[in-house]
C-alpha cells in the first residue's frame, strides 16, 4: 500500500499528515528551530491530501477552533501489542480530561509499569488525535511532550481543552 502526506498549518505550527489511503498513519507537529522534537518527515513539502488526510485536516480545524472534542478519522497505529494497549487506553481519555502514567499502567493490566507507559507514550505515531498530551504526572504536574516544542506544545493542547496542571 502507498503513502500520501500533506503538510498543513494549525496553531501549533506545521503539521505533517501521513495516510496509507484507509487511514491515518502518523501525524508529526514542526518544533521550533532548535528544538529536538518535531522533525517534518517530508521537510514540510506541502504534499498531496488524498481523502483520509482531507478529513483529517478538517477534523484538526474544528479541534483547534474549540467545536470538535472527538475524531472520527480512522487511524492505523502499528506498535507492540503493549503500545497498541496504551494507545487504546489514550483514545478512553474525553477531551478536557487526564490522567497519569500510572493510571495506564494500572488500565493496562501492569500498574507498575509507569516508565514503560511513558516510553509508548512518547512514541504514539500520531499525536493529538491519540491524545497523549492529555498524560500528567500523578500530581498534575507537567511532563514531557515528544511532539512539536516540547512541552510548550503540550501546554498549547492543554490549555485549548480546558486542562489544569501544575
Known amino acids: 500500500m502507498t503513502s500520501t502526506f500533506a503538510t498543513i498549518d494549525s496553531p501549533l505550527g506545521r503539521i505533517e499528515l501521513t495516510s496509507d489511503g484507509e487511514a491515518l498513519t502518523f501525524l508529526?507537529?514542526?518544533?521550533?528551530e532548535g528544538s529536538p522534537h518535531g522533525r517534518l518527515q517530508h521537510g514540510g513539502r506541502p504534499g498531496s491530501a488524498d481523502?483520509?488526510?482531507?478529513?483529517?485536516?478538517?477534523?484538526?480545524?474544528e479541534y483547534f477552533a474549540g467545536t470538535r472534542h472527538d475524531f472520527d478519522v480512522p487511524v492505523k497505529l502499528i506498535g507492540t501489542p503493549?503500545?497498541?494497549?496504551?494507545?487504546?487506553?489514550?483514545?478512553?481519555?474525553?477531551?478536557?480530561?487526564h490522567?497519569?502514567?500510572?493510571d495506564l499502567a494500572t488500565r493496562a493490566g501492569n500498574p507498575k509499569a509507569a516508565r514503560a507507559v511513558g516510553g509508548a507514550v512518547g512514541s504514539n505515531p500520531v499525536p493529538i488525535?491519540?491524545?497523549?498530551?492529555?498524560?500528567?504526572a500523578g500530581n498534575n504536574k507537567l511532563t514531557g511532550y515528544s511532539g512539536g516544542s516540547g512541552v510548550p506544545t503540550k501546554i498549547q493542547l492543554l490549555e485549548l481543552e480546558g486542562?489544569?496542571?501544575?
Open 28 to 32: 508529526s507537529i514542526e518544533g521550533v
Open 51 to 61: 481523502a483520509v488526510i482531507t478529513q483529517a485536516t478538517q477534523e484538526l480545524g
Open 82 to 97: 503493549f503500545q497498541q494497549a496504551i494507545w487504546h487506553e489514550l483514545l478512553a481519555i474525553p477531551y478536557g480530561g
Open 99 to 102: 490522567a497519569s502514567y500510572g
Open 129 to 136: 488525535i491519540v491524545p497523549c498530551h492529555r498524560i500528567l
Open 163 to 166: 486542562i489544569e496542571y501544575r
